[in-house]
């Protein structure tokens, strides 16, 4: 069958405009393309008016990004970071990379996302900082309750906001409500850069320069004072992690229509919603709001045999992913480095298999990933549901046992 779903084709003409207004101005300029340019500058300024108040800085992907937050907040070596189950493997490698150890809290029940008893769970006297993670263009549901307690316990709260930018609680911006927050600005986000890119945001100026001297090798770009060519001026050891010119005007051009995308697919998983009512299976695990950015749709398949569900859907020409892969508890090349549920029986030994992530586990392995776009309409919804409700009718002909 062929594919009816139209390409994202997020590299439009305000993109190709960018680049040529780039290109333009360097060729007529005195100056080179570096890095800390005027577009670069420009992005970071509009993206912190975005926020509607504090610092944004640029830096070169969305894993480094979340480093940086770590760095920034002069943790000490070897202490914990809670983070959520179900992520990019970025998030736990920043945690690894800083010198710090990833307790991963399980998710709230039917959800990809955790929440506060299951972050609470995992607080000890070795927590260091918590890294939330909005998954799926959702945002946590209980972040405001998170940011509290660990503003009351004095622990950062870093948000990860890559897969949910522009999401927002009663019209406060993820990414808002923590100590700092990182994203990935990677060609397949909602807000992109063409390539590999991500960002720091945050409020605190003193904490801001921090970011800024982590993101090149220790620098201090806010002293007129000092030769910035002079490596003897920096603060510390750092790497270079450096954004650049065009990238940053392909930024600031997807940020302008930023709002729309997230309106456009707003739209577009409404009506899926809607038309999903009288289907066995459910288009939206935690229900729908108008606070969701989304970047792919979790589908609950009530059927036993989830993939074979899902791969049938597939070869009726539906975009999907049968199994999500970004459950921490699958990963094995983390194996030693991360603890699982410190409060419970198993913190000082090796927990099993299936005691990692219940809930995450459940609803990874009863769901499957429905892909979007900006350019999907109603017509795309109708498909889906034809096709879902059609795969549902083959299944129960098969006598495919439901889930309990």
Known sequence: MTNDFPPRKAFGDDERDAIDEVSTYYRYSDADPGYNGIFQDQFEKDLAKFYGKGEAVAVNSGTNALYIALCALNLKEDREVIVSPVTDSGTVHAILAANLVPVVADAAPGSYNTGLEQVRDCTTDKTAAVMLVHTAGEP?????????????????????????????IDGQFVGSFGTLAAGSMMYRKNLQCGGSGGFVYGVGPDLMKQVMAHRDRGKQPWRTDLNQNDPGTALFPALNHNFNEWESAIASASLKRLKKTNLDRLMFLYALHEKMQDAKCESLLYGFHTGYAPFYIPVWSPFKDKMAFATSLKTKGIPLLEHYGCLVADWLHIEKHVNWQPNHAYSEGHVPWASRSPNARHTRDSTFNLFLNENYDVWHVRRIVQAIKETETEMEARGAARRK
């Open 140 to 168: 946590v549901p209980e972040t405001v309750e998170i940011a509290e307690m660990c503003l009351h316990a004095a622990i950062p709260l870093v948000e990860d906001v890559s897969q949910a930018m522009g999401a927002h």
